[in-house]
């Protein structure tokens, strides 16, 4: 759905900064970026940093470096400015904004300053819950008087800034995704806006940035339906327009738990170190909960774009299937030409090979067999180094072969190989093939032979007389002499 008010669209992503950039808040800012985008309107980063217990050095750097590297750019934000700065509410809060709003709705009898203690809050939440009560403040301190208040103020008494909250009836708001939904206000609290410490709550913070910086679609996960109702208060209370609510369900580990950083589930930069591409990793979250309406699962940004309809979004919860995100990843580095894919593969080969081989000869069947780069090392280990492995491997049905014939084919081949004089993958297996129609035995058991004493593995990027030529002349033989000493004792024992 592309939009047609008369208001331009603007459009936040307001991340906290604690710590890596989940899947979760990468999907958020996602389709923040994409709702932006599709309405010719303005993307803004925020950075919400309120929570100073939990702030995480280093952590607002990630958030840039994660939003510039997925190519979700934004158009006003802390880096780059704009003009409804500052983009960091530490910054704001400093500057005294968070105060003078709280001050005014003071003034307008819609807040008050509460002095309770904590002592005298941890006997209501006591009191309450013996009742079986719902825990909430009384409102005591809304009904002081000036003069009681102007003392208080005086003894330098401690107290938070709350907000008046209804008691009768119900409030209601209209979401893009979930609809209408209406909350009991005798449910509501009276909000607290400004804390002892004079740093401005999340709600309150939130609301006055949003407005100030004239956001028009706010778009965040569920979880924060529940307080709307309490947003939309502060807003009345200022006799400021609401913006349009885009909620968005969560992104499940399970059926039952849904991913979460503080659990350890993994980042984005989680998945970009085991090798995923960025572009196949904006593709899959972007199908986290929502459908374009046909069955296309690979997109580009500029279709992302050209499909992103907030109709389109779920609201189920959508469960992260790592197994998916695989194919989708594979089905991307398909694409890429041979010289592509090497570049990307370079490092990962380089974590396991030390040796100088021609890496060519690997990447054909590294190509066909990746799914994320980490797969790789796994499977060319055995370069630098041949790993210890049981005379059975050499057992394979298909291939007809088991540790006897091979004993008998690997005794074959030495001599064969030892007078090559060219060293080259090709003219390898075509003497190896030559031989095996002078011996009358199948080339496959020679080959097979060849290539689990040359790796010790079933599976391999690359058949025997490829990782014979990768490793030369003199390893060669020396791998197969050793293939020939494990199955000659596989042989005695099974006498």
Same mark, same amino acid.
């Given at each position: 759905m592309k939009l047609t008010n008369s208001n331009k669209v603007r459009t936040r992503f307001a991340p906290s900064p604690t710590g890596y950039m989940h899947v979760g808040n990468l999907r958020t800012a996602l389709y923040a970026w994409l709702l932006a985008r599709k309405n010719n309107g303005t993307f803004i980063l925020r950075i919400e940093d309120t929570d100073q217990e939990r702030l995480v050095e280093g952590a607002a750097d990630i958030i840039f470096t994660t939003l510039a590297e997925t190519g979700l750019t934004h158009d006003e934000g802390p880096d780059m400015g704009g003009d409804f700065g500052p983009y960091v509410q530490s910054e704001r809060r400093a500057a005294g904004i968070y105060k003078k709003y709280a001050q005014e709705l003071i003034e307008k009898g819609s807040a008050y300053r509460c002095f309770c203690t904590k002592e005298r809050l941890d006997e209501l939440r006591v009191s309450c819950e013996s009742k079986k009560l719902q825990t909430k403040y009384d409102g005591l301190c809304?009904?002081?008087?000036?003069?009681? /208040?102007?003392?208080? #103020?005086? @003894?330098?008494v401690p107290y938070v800034v709350r907000l008046k909250m209804p008691q009768d009836g119900t409030s209601t708001f209209n979401d893009e995704v979930f609809g209408e939904i209406s909350i009991e206000n005798s449910t509501l609290e009276d909000l607290i806006l400004i804390k002892s410490d004079g740093y401005p709550t999340y709600n309150f913070a939130n609301v006055v940035d949003d407005h100030l910086m004239e956001i028009t679609h706010v778009v965040r996960g569920s979880e924060y339906i529940i307080s709307t109702p309490k947003y939309n208060m502060i807003y009345d209370a200022f006799g400021w327009k609401r913006p349009a609510y885009v909620h968005v369900s969560p992104v499940m580990r399970d059926a039952q738990k849904k991913l979460s950083k503080r659990d350890g589930d993994a980042s984005y930069r989680d998945f970009i170190d085991k090798g995923c591409l960025k572009e196949a990793l904006i593709n899959y979250i972007a199908l986290l909960g929502w459908n374009a309406g046909d069955d296309r699962e690979k997109f580009t940004m500029e279709e992302l774009i050209e499909a992103f309809d907030i109709k389109g979004i779920s609201k189920s919860p959508a469960i992260f299937d790592e197994v998916k995100l695989r194919w989708l990843n594979s089905e991307y580095l398909r694409e890429m030409t041979t010289e592509q894919f090497k570049e990307k593969a370079m490092p990962f080969i380089q974590k396991v090979v030390k040796r100088d081989i @021609?890496? @060519? /000869? #690997? /990447?054909?069947?590294l190509h066909k067999r990746t799914e994320f780069l980490e797969d790789i090392p796994p499977q060319i280990d055995f370069i630098e180094e041949l790993p210890q492995y049981d005379a059975e491997l050499y057992r394979n049905k298909k291939m007809k072969t088991n540790p006897e014939n091979s004993l008998e084919a690997l005794n074959e081949l030495v001599p064969l190989l030892e007078v090559c004089n060219e060293w080259d993958h090709e003219l390898l297996f075509l003497k190896i093939v030559e031989f095996s129609e002078k011996t009358g035995v199948n080339k496959k058991k020679y080959l097979w032979s060849l290539r689990v004493a040359l790796s010790g593995k079933k599976m391999t990027p690359g058949g025997g007389t490829d990782i014979a030529a990768m #490793?030369?002349?003199?390893?060669? #033989?020396?791998?197969i002499n050793k293939g020939i000493e494990i199955l000659k004792i596989y042989g005695e024992k099974n006498e």
């Amino acid at each position: 759905m592309k939009l047609t008010n008369s208001n331009k669209v603007r459009t936040r992503f307001a991340p906290s900064p604690t710590g890596y950039m989940h899947v979760g808040n990468l999907r958020t800012a996602l389709y923040a970026w994409l709702l932006a985008r599709k309405n010719n309107g303005t993307f803004i980063l925020r950075i919400e940093d309120t929570d100073q217990e939990r702030l995480v050095e280093g952590a607002a750097d990630i958030i840039f470096t994660t939003l510039a590297e997925t190519g979700l750019t934004h158009d006003e934000g802390p880096d780059m400015g704009g003009d409804f700065g500052p983009y960091v509410q530490s910054e704001r809060r400093a500057a005294g904004i968070y105060k003078k709003y709280a001050q005014e709705l003071i003034e307008k009898g819609s807040a008050y300053r509460c002095f309770c203690t904590k002592e005298r809050l941890d006997e209501l939440r006591v009191s309450c819950e013996s009742k079986k009560l719902q825990t909430k403040y009384d409102g005591l301190c809304a009904h002081l008087s000036k003069e009681e /208040i102007e003392k208080n #103020l005086e @003894d330098g008494v401690p107290y938070v800034v709350r907000l008046k909250m209804p008691q009768d009836g119900t409030s209601t708001f209209n979401d893009e995704v979930f609809g209408e939904i209406s909350i009991e206000n005798s449910t509501l609290e009276d909000l607290i806006l400004i804390k002892s410490d004079g740093y401005p709550t999340y709600n309150f913070a939130n609301v006055v940035d949003d407005h100030l910086m004239e956001i028009t679609h706010v778009v965040r996960g569920s979880e924060y339906i529940i307080s709307t109702p309490k947003y939309n208060m502060i807003y009345d209370a200022f006799g400021w327009k609401r913006p349009a609510y885009v909620h968005v369900s969560p992104v499940m580990r399970d059926a039952q738990k849904k991913l979460s950083k503080r659990d350890g589930d993994a980042s984005y930069r989680d998945f970009i170190d085991k090798g995923c591409l960025k572009e196949a990793l904006i593709n899959y979250i972007a199908l986290l909960g929502w459908n374009a309406g046909d069955d296309r699962e690979k997109f580009t940004m500029e279709e992302l774009i050209e499909a992103f309809d907030i109709k389109g979004i779920s609201k189920s919860p959508a469960i992260f299937d790592e197994v998916k995100l695989r194919w989708l990843n594979s089905e991307y580095l398909r694409e890429m030409t041979t010289e592509q894919f090497k570049e990307k593969a370079m490092p990962f080969i380089q974590k396991v090979v030390k040796r100088d081989i @021609d890496v @060519d /000869i #690997l /990447i054909g069947g590294l190509h066909k067999r990746t799914e994320f780069l980490e797969d790789i090392p796994p499977q060319i280990d055995f370069i630098e180094e041949l790993p210890q492995y049981d005379a059975e491997l050499y057992r394979n049905k298909k291939m007809k072969t088991n540790p006897e014939n091979s004993l008998e084919a690997l005794n074959e081949l030495v001599p064969l190989l030892e007078v090559c004089n060219e060293w080259d993958h090709e003219l390898l297996f075509l003497k190896i093939v030559e031989f095996s129609e002078k011996t009358g035995v199948n080339k496959k058991k020679y080959l097979w032979s060849l290539r689990v004493a040359l790796s010790g593995k079933k599976m391999t990027p690359g058949g025997g007389t490829d990782i014979a030529a990768m #490793l030369g002349k003199e390893e060669t #033989l020396s791998r197969i002499n050793k293939g020939i000493e494990i199955l000659k004792i596989y042989g005695e024992k099974n006498e």
